[in-house]
């Protein structure tokens, strides 16, 4: 008997240590999540990563407690670290490609699967998502005090705010925003209470008025495919209305956005043809004095140019080589350190094969979140698999003018994608272990 209590008292503090690591996992990534989109605070940053790792280490060690279940992600994963890997023998920069291949390919994996295995009930989820809704209220509260300090005009670009990532550039401020919005949005259509959707629809309106004082036209192109998306999504879950006035919105505001020329030179650029696009040289696309849509345009034919040469060399992984392969005397005015196309410069930096091992895996993503938005009737894996899927369609529009897969984007990206997947995957999945025990 006596040796009964002491089982069950073992049992009981092992349950203790195990909720107090977890807690301890759970607020660093709170801070974590705070923390991303501001700038300057690398220092915060690994703590909050390194030390759910350490932490998730130790409750293994105290309760012998990690089942994993597979996420559909692990061969994708793999196959695109070994891609990376095998680039090394050909970079031009070996020690930018190891630091690339640290920084931007596994620690946002070990951050991934360290979200996915801490959260083990939805309401610690939901926590996380608060947290991100708390720091873009004062992302883009500060958005607004920087635009009114520099006198920005609300109808055109004569300052762009980037809230407290990039004040005067604007464009990873949008991808922020871009990243938030959809959770927002469906946290509007799945809640059951109704304060909640004073709340979030004044929180969604804040957001979207930050996202315009960034001016970014990828990040508008972003905007009005996902919001596209959301209306089909609503359309195949029979809610009409929704859809019907989301398209009514989009219309209206795109309508308004050309009538104000609020893409800057957009309206007066002249675009060549696709035919004239590939016969001209990059130098002939630029110009003399090229605006940023031609730079990117000169810049991804460059690198065309380059995997045209041999489709299957992989020029090491790392956004920052493509400028040390193709800079010269003659580019410098148009050419810069990334191909400014996350896409032409996975195939830039890895070869055809890396480009489609790429595209696998982010297509892996989208798959496994639509496969639980059709198959499911739970409200919280329909938030967490349209939230996921129209955030994917922004990120991914925004990555085709821009190479944001890296840094903050890419550590915030993977923390919602691992969150998602806990919800809809996991969580479930123990669950049903659990009744089968039983």
Known sequence: MQQKNYSLMEMFQKDKVGIMINHGILFCFCILIFFLPIAHTATIRSFTIFTPLILIIIRYYFLRDIRFINTSFELPFLAFFITALISLFTSIDLHESVKEIWGELIIPILVFYSVYLTIKKEKEAFLLIKILFFSSFIFSAYSFYDFYVHKGHFFSAVYRAGGLRDPGGGEVAALYHCMVIPFIIFSIFYSQVFKNHIFLSCLLLINFLAFHLTFVRAGMIAIIFQILFVSLLLLLDKKWKMSLILLIIIVSIGTLYMEKKMFREMHTEKIPSLTEYFKLTPEEIAGKNPSSMRQRLAMWKTAID???????YPHG?????????????????????QTHNTFIGIAFELGIQGFLVFLWMIGTFFIVCLKYWVKSNNCSIKFFSGSLMTMMIGYWVNNFFGSFDGDDTKLLFMVLLGIGMAVMHKIPKEIGMVRKND
């Open 306 to 312: 380059k995997i045209s040469e041999n489709p299957f």
């Open 317 to 337: 992984y790392g956004r920052f080589l493509f400028g040390k392969t193709v800079r010269n005397e003659n580019n410098r005015h148009f050419i810069y350190p």
